[in-house]
Structure formats: C-alpha cells, structure tokens
C-alpha cells in the first residue's frame, strides 16, 4: 500500500479507500436496523482493508444502511479507534436539521469523533449558497470542529465546475471530494486550485462512473492491457500528486486482488503507462466530432446534459463503451440535483441555444444520434 499526506489534514492516508456505499442488502429500510448478512459482509470488507494497509474507511448518512452495518461492524471486530481514518458524510437544509443528523451519524457509527466530514452532495450553486448561509449546515459543523468531534471539514461534489472552484476559494473546507478520471477530466482545473490551498483531494467512484470499468468492453481491456482498466485508471489519476486517494467500492475479495495491481504506482506516469494513455488518446481520432466536449453549453435552456450526453457519445462511438452509456443516460433527471437532465426530445431541442454552438458543430445531429443509441424507455 502506499500513503499520501491528505493536505492541510496533515492525516496520511492510504491511496485507495474503502467506500461504503455497495455491500448487499444496504439500501432497505429501516436504515437503523442492518440486517446479519449486510453486517458481516461488511466486517470482512472492513478487515480485508484493514490487512492490506488501507486506513481510510469512507460512508455516508446518504447510504442507507452503511453507517449503522459499519458501526457494528467495528465494535463486533474489536477495532481500536484510532487504528483507521473514518470519513462520513451529510447534508441538511439548516444547522439545526444538521446537528440533528450528525448526531444521529455519531450513534449509527459507534464514535465519539469523526476524522474527516463533508457536506455531502453541494452538487450546484443553490445547496452551495444554502450551506453556507447564516444558519446553514456548515454553520453548525464549524461548531463540531470547534468542539473537536469533527477534526477536519470538507465537501463532496457533482456540480458545475465554477461552483466547484467558488466552494474551493471560500477557504472553509480542508478537503474535497469529486469525480476525475481519464474519462472524465473537466476538474483538473479545481483539483490544480485545491493543490494551490493544501487541501486533500479524494476521488469518487473511478470504477463505475469513472466508466464502469468492471464491465469494460473488449477494446478498452486490449487497450489498457496488461492492465485492466479499472488499474490503469486509477494510476492515471494517482499520477497527479495532488490526488491523494480514491474511493474503490471493494465488495469481494477479487477486487482487492485487483486493486493491489496497482502499485507501485508513478507521478508522472510510468513509459509503460504513459504508452496505454497514448494509444487511449489515439481512439478519439476515431470520431472528427468528439473532441468537442460542449461545456459552454452548460446549464442550456433546453435542459439537456448537454457536455455529459457528448461524453457518452465519445465513449461510445471511440471505447466502445454502450454499457456505461445507456446505465448513464437513463439515469438523468430533470429535477434531481446528482445527476439533472432531460432526455433528448425534439421539444427540448427545440430550445438549444445554438449561437453558443461552434460552426461546423452538427449539435442536434449528434444529440439525437446519442439518444436513439442509449435511450431505453422505462418500465411502468
């Protein structure tokens, strides 16, 4: 295993975290009651972590049954306190909602601290403004921190990138938590900002968003070989020195066998390395048109994803990529603030701004070409 200093947290922590969010059974209610099988499968995930040298173990109050099962899960395996970093997650609409949960978090885990805690989801500029209001969330997690039962702050993130950066510059946080991968690169600019501010750097889910890369095509797996590509992802983010460590959704034993392929890993990126990057950039040459990534058009009036929906359709038309594609695409929704958007219709195409659109740029063409790809109706 291999260990980074988290920022300004001054905490070393192992490279790959244990992420919390996908043991069996965890989604179901009551989230207070976690059933035999949930807890025992998370114990041995807990203590196979703990035997290859990760220290940084990583849920949420957002996921279901997660805290309780790991609390449990400590107590039955004897764990001294302080012999892993544990890192925890929320977000409330007021400080008095957030202490109410928080508080709540403290039980379900079985701790009188938390190392490390994020606002969890400040996924666009609304929750951003709403947690760091006057009698907002973070308000009374500043209190905690005073306090000593949180010992370092932070927030996790889906949001546009300048609201990711205007998080960053209010100096509030000492980590942060958001999406990087070779697939998805737009927040290098705010992983470059939070270098410049020493704060600590997680990246989240680089298996499954990063490409749900446990269920690569073909042609990705001969491309990154003799790596897999979920292993030469995560070299590829861990080139960066100011990435510090990713969250790995680690369930079964076989995927610690494959995480610890890894290492050792390189910054910059090893020649062999940097040869897969190469021959994985070569592949855009594939398609003239996707290179053209449409983040100018975030936030467009017709309601369209429109920089995700591009991306889908790189992945697709270079990687091969249909899977990732479709689970992605269906999955938005024009309210939700993790993952908003509408699907591509002729009513919302209608209402593209086009004078953002760069010539040469059939925009709508290739809008509807990635729908009539990835779309899958819903069952009813």
Known sequence: MEYRRFGKTDKRLSVITLGGMRYKG?????REEPQRELIEHCMRCVRRALDVGINHIETAHGYGKSEYAHGIAFRELGLR?????????????SAAEMQRMFEAQLRGLGTDHIDLYALHGVNNRHMFEVATAKGGPLEALLRYREQGVIRHLGFSTHAPLD???DAISTDAFEFINLHYYYFFQRNLAAIQL???????VFIISPNDKGGRLFEAPPVLRELTAPLSPIQFNARFCLRLPAVHTLSFGM???????EMLGIFPTAIPLSEPDLRTQQRLDARLAL???AAYEGYELTGDPSGINIPEVLRFRRMLRCYDMLGFGRYRYNMFQEKDHWFPGCFVSEEALAKVDLGRVPPGIPLLDMLRETHAALYEPRQK
């Open 194 to 200: 939070a270098e410049a501010k020493d704060m600590g």
């Open 163 to 165: 609201v990711v950066l």
């Open 81 to 93: 306190r302080d012999s892993f970093y544990l890192m925890t997650k929320g977000y409330a609409a």
């Open 26 to 30: 965890g989604w179901g209610k009551p």
């Open 287 to 289: 398609d003239p048109l």
């Open 251 to 257: 369930t079964e034993p076989t995927h610690f066998d």
